[in-house]
């Protein structure tokens, strides 16, 4: 059987120590907080990103250095066999087309997966390509398994209109009159890229609302369902325990990091689902 390793990128909010935990391998992505470049996850604590956005930094995202793309595969191969790399949605990034543009170098050893999946999801792939390998499938059949079959559709809610403002997503007056008039707008991720879905007036109408979109499917046992937040744990409980009611199911809480949360800021809260595979 062929040793195949599973990568991605920190879109899919994984620490350090927990990718060794879970074994899988990341490629940290830049952050750009007024006008200065750090890595996420390595030369900047989430912990000091958060403080940095609460003072009003203004942050933007941008795909992976290519010398580290190129680097990291080819120390990985030394050990391995193939790679299997799972980067943010091509939908919110062209990293996904650069790597596959690279990957036409290395002779079929690396599989590029477009999964249209972000944030812990993501992480949630990824261990299951580690079980499709530990079976026996090959790079090619995950890739169409993952491609044909993988869905996921999320929510997000942000604490003020602030961060999108910031980033240039609306415009000043906008986020204004929005955060005056208490204006909330559910921000959907559905086919990979984000949009708005709708807004709401409060917190409270927003969270309720989002539940039941997410829950609105026949058949629930057919998908996980999951609670992002990024620094606003209240509200995470909130939403956890209502769609865990719904769905009789355990529904996970994990935190947000610094990729997503540039665009939204601290206080945002997601909730969503992901199709399981058939394989």
């Not at 040793?3 to 927990?18: F, N, P």
């Not at 010398?67 to 191969?77: C, D, N, R």
Request: charged share 25%; glycine share 6%; with cysteine.
């Amino acid at each position: 059987m062929k040793k195949i390793a599973v990568m991605t990128d920190s879109s899919a909010d994984l620490d350090e120590e927990l990718a060794k935990q879970l074994g899988l391998y990341v490629i940290r992505l830049p952050l750009i907080i007024d006008d200065k470049q750090y890595l996420e996850g390595t030369e900047i604590s989430l912990e000091e990103f958060i403080d940095k956005m609460k003072q009003g930094a203004i942050v933007k995202t941008s795909s992976p250095l290519l010398g580290m793309v190129i680097e990291a595969w080819e120390q990985l191969l030394k050990e391995y066999d193939e790679i299997i790399y799972l980067p943010v949605s091509s939908g919110l990034s062209g990293s996904y087309n650069t790597a596959c543009a690279l990957a036409q170098n290395y002779d079929d050893r690396i599989t590029v997966i477009d999964s249209k999946f972000v944030c812990y999801p993501l992480t949630k792939l990824c261990l299951e390509v580690k079980e499709m390998i530990a079976k026996g499938y090959s790079s090619k059949q995950i890739k169409e398994i993952i491609e044909s079959q993988a869905e996921m559709w999320a929510c997000l809610m942000p604490q003020d209109l602030n961060a999108l403002k910031r980033g240039g997503r609306i415009s000043p007056a906008v986020a204004a009159l929005g955060n005056l008039l208490k204006i909330v707008p559910l921000l959907k991720v559905e086919n990979g890229a984000i949009d708005v879905q709708e807004k709401v007036r409060t917190h409270k109408k927003a969270y309720d609302r989002a539940i039941q979109i997410c829950t609105e499917m026949e058949n629930k046992d057919d998908y996980c369902f999951m609670v992002v937040d990024a620094d606003c744990s209240e509200a995470a409980q909130y939403i956890a325990k209502s769609l865990s009611e719904i769905v009789h199911q355990e529904v996970e809480i994990h935190k947000m990091h610094a990729i997503i949360m540039s665009h939204t800021g601290p206080g945002t809260v997601a909730c969503g689902w992901y199709r399981k595979l058939k394989y």
